[in-house]
C-alpha cells in the first residue's frame, strides 16, 4: 500500500505508476492464471511419468526374485537329495 503525502492547498497527488499485468495474467482473463496452471500440468505429467518408472521397477524386481527363489528352491532340492539314505 502506497502512502500518499500530504499535500497542501491547491497542490495535486504525485502521478502514480500504472499497474503492471504479472506475466502469468492475460489482458483478456485477468483473473486466469496461465503458467502455474502449465506447471501444474507438467508436474502431473512427470507423477505419471515417474509412476510408469516405478510400475516397470517393481515388474522388472517380481522377475528377478522369482528367478531367485527357482534357483533356491532348485538347490534345496538337490542338498536334501544329498542327505536322503
Given amino acids: 500500500m502506497m502512502i500518499r503525502p500530504h499535500r497542501?492547498?491547491?497542490e495535486e497527488y504525485p502521478p502514480v505508476a500504472p499497474m503492471v499485468t504479472p506475466a502469468h495474467r492475460t489482458?483478456?482473463?485477468p483473473n486466469a492464471e496461465?503458467?502455474?496452471m502449465l506447471?501444474?500440468?507438467m508436474a502431473r505429467d512427470r507423477l505419471r511419468e515417474l509412476r510408469k518408472q516405478a510400475?516397470?521397477?517393481r515388474v522388472a524386481?517380481?522377475?528377478r526374485a522369482a528367478r531367485r527363489w527357482q534357483r533356491v528352491a532348485r538347490?534345496?532340492?538337490h542338498?536334501?537329495?544329498h542327505f536322503e539314505p
Fill in 79 to 81: 542338498r536334501a537329495a
Fill in 75 to 77: 538347490w534345496a532340492s
Fill in 8 to 10: 497542501g492547498p491547491g
Fill in 61 to 63: 524386481r517380481r522377475e
Fill in 34 to 36: 496461465t503458467t502455474p
Fill in 39 to 41: 506447471h501444474e500440468e
Fill in 55 to 57: 510400475e516397470f521397477g
Fill in 27 to 29: 489482458p483478456d482473463y
